[in-house]
Every structure is written in structure tokens, then in C-alpha cells.
């Protein structure tokens, strides 16, 4: 590296640092790369990100920040912790490893000494003080024997407590796993599992089961006009709504992008259709402000789907013609809700056996 090549590193680095002590973000690894990064000028799409938030709000919020990194650099908070969690197990296996191995050595090392003194009593002839040392020895390798088998018993039991918290650290990441880092609602992984669950669930049982697709009307377009960190607020808004307007049991969760579901169980087709309406309703109802400047950017609507369980229903089929439910409502002038047995009365678009 020439001495030009290491002054731009530097140059680089010490940006990073000053981005992050103006944004109030702890210098971790993964931040450093993300403002290490923006500083490279090396890819414009974050940057055009990171500009947007500096301009708005004078910095990045700590909230945004993750998000960028599993974006852009491909990794996240989980990440840094499933890799904690892996160091903190491989560290407990090593020692756990060598105290069964000196034990180990100290049980043949014992045995050993147990055998010779056998050999010495079988063979007789053996004296008084002769005797008393053996005596001796055999006390001092059953002491030494004792505290070994004290100091292994110990590490095993620290052992067990360390195990305990990576297993409710793995509880918690694996809860994580299953929330969608910018909404904080189940994500398409946590979906799927959920529905596979309730269908078998209904199925059984008999009691209908709907699910309901939601798509934010126009969001591209949004997006391109007010930017994306206000993008965030608006998916963020919906995820919301449909948290408050929701059972126990239901599961509201992001689908992809712009488009949301939700897992209603017990639920008839009428059901789902008050529950979509009630939603679509309440996102309707919002009036959406620009933080910085309290400038006032109008209303969002959603399209809405709904299809309720058949008995001879896949994953698939159900997820399918939901979204044909959902592309009639976007078909037939937005901001509605459609379910199936409505199709073939309300759109032109889709032909419907």
C-alpha cells in the first residue's frame, strides 16, 4: 500500500467515525463498514439513502441503521449474535473438553496406584512403615482424586448455567428470526410457518380459517415522490393498523415490499371481509406528516383480498386465489376490499370458473 493509498483510508475511516458520532451510533463493526462504505462513494444507492436521512433529520437514527447494513452489506444484529452465541459454545466445549481430560488422566493416574498397591498387599511381606507410605500415597491420590472430580463438577455446573442463557439467547434470536427488522411484524418465513400450522389446524377441526392480502395502492410512486425513509414510515404505519385491529390469534405479517397478509383462524369469509374493511378503513383515515417539517402528504389506501380455507386447499391454492382477489380489487379502481365469491360479479379482468 503507497503512502497516497493509506492517507485515503484514513481519510475514509476517520469520515466513518465522525458520520457516527454525529448520528449518536455505537462505532460496531458493522456500522464502521456502512459509514465506511458511504464514505467510499462506492455505492450510490446507499448513499443516495443515507443522504436523504441527513438532510431530513441531520442524521441517521439508530433504527436505520440496521436496517441499511442487512440492505446493503448483507448482515445484521443476528448475524453479530449468532457468531457471539458460536464463539461463547466453542469456548465452553474447549474447557469442558479439557477438565473431562485431566480428569481423566487423574482417574488412570489413580488406578494405577490402586493396582501396584493391590500387587504390593497380594505379594505379602510387606513391613509396618512400609505399609503406613503406602497408606500415605493412596490417601494423597484419593485427595487429589476428590478435587479433580470437585473442579469437574464445577464445570460442568458453570457449563450448565452458560447453556441455559445461550438457550434463551437462541430463544430470542430465533424470535427475531421471525420479525420483519422495519415493522417489527411476522415476516414471510414466520407467514408461512403459521399458515401451515392453521390450516392443519382448521382442516381438523372444521372451523374456517381466511386469509387476507393487503397492497398499499400507489406505493412506488409515493416512494419516488417523498423518498424512501418516508416509505418506511408508511409501511410502518400499516403494520401498525393491522396489529390494532386484530385478534388475539390472527397473524398479521409482511408478505414482500408493499404487500401485507394476515392469518385470521376461526374466521368465516364475512368475517375476513369486516376485518379488511376495518383496516382498510383505518389506514384510509390516516393523514400522513412529514416529521421534519410537518408538511402534510396526503392519504394512502389498500387493496385488499380475501379467500377463505377449502378442504382441498394447498399453501398455494389459498395463497393464489387470495391475490386474484387482491388484483380484482386493484383492477377495479383500488382502495376495496374483494373476496372470492365476489370475483366473477366485480371484475372484468380476471375470468373466474
Given at each position: ?208 380459517l381466511s386469509l387476507l392480502v393487503f397492497d398499499i395502492d ?32 390472527d397473524l398479521p405479517a409482511r408478505f414482500g415490499g408493499e ?95
Open positions: 500500500m503507497t503512502n497516497l493509498d493509506f492517507e485515503r483510508a484514513s481519510g475514509f475511516a476517520n469520515a466513518a467515525l465522525a458520520l457516527l458520532k454525529r448520528s449518536q451510533i455505537p462505532p460496531f463493526p458493522m456500522y464502521f463498514e456502512l459509514f465506511y462504505t458511504y464514505a467510499t462513494g462506492s455505492t450510490p444507492e446507499l448513499n443516495k439513502r443515507i443522504n436523504a436521512a441527513l438532510a431530513e433529520t441531520g442524521a441517521l437514527s439508530l433504527s436505520e441503521a440496521p436496517l441499511l447494513c442487512e440492505e446493503f452489506l448483507k448482515i445484521s444484529d443476528m448475524d453479530a449474535k449468532l457468531r457471539h452465541m458460536s464463539s461463547v459454545m466453542s469456548r465452553k466445549i474447549t474447557d469442558v473438553n479439557q477438565a473431562i481430560e485431566f480428569a481423566m488422566v487423574s482417574a488412570n493416574s489413580y488406578s494405577g496406584s490402586l493396582q501396584q498397591a493391590s500387587g504390593d498387599l497380594e505379594n505379602g511381606g510387606i513391613d509396618e512403615e512400609a505399609l503406613k507410605l503406602l497408606s500415605s500415597r493412596l490417601l494423597k491420590e484419593t485427595r487429589r482424586m476428590q478435587d479433580m472430580n470437585r473442579k469437574l463438577e464445577a464445570e460442568l455446573e458453570n457449563t450448565k448455567d452458560d447453556i441455559s442463557v445461550l438457550q434463551r439467547d437462541l430463544d430470542e434470536v430465533r424470535k427475531e428470526s421471525m420479525l420483519d427488522p422495519l415493522t417489527k411484524i411476522a415476516n414471510r418465513k414466520a407467514f408461512d410457518e403459521q399458515l401451515i400450522e392453521e390450516m392443519n389446524a382448521s382442516l381438523q377441526s372444521g372451523k374456517p400507489h406505493f412506488k410512486a409515493f416512494n419516488d415522490t417523498f423518498g424512501h425513509l418516508t416509505g418506511d414510515q408508511v409501511l410502518r404505519l400499516v403494520a401498525q393498523v393491522l396489529k390494532a385491529n386484530i385478534r388475539g390469534r404487500e401485507f397478509v394476515a392469518i385470521l383462524p376461526e374466521t368465516d369469509l364475512a368475517g375476513g371481509m369486516n376485518v379488511g374493511e376495518t383496516i382498510r378503513a383505518a389506514v384510509q383515515s390516516k393523514e400522513l406528516l412529514k416529521r421534519s417539517t410537518n408538511e402534510k402528504l396526503g392519504r394512502i389506501t389498500l387493496s385488499v383480498g380475501v379467500a377463505v380455507l377449502r378442504s382441498d386447499d394447498t399453501v398455494a391454492t389459498l395463497i393464489e386465489r387470495a391475490d386474484r382477489c387482491l388484483y380484482a380489487a386493484k383492477g377495479n379502481g383500488r382502495n376495496r376490499v374483494v373476496a372470492e365469491h365476489q370475483l366473477s360479479e366485480e371484475n372484468g379482468v380476471i375470468d373466474v370458473a
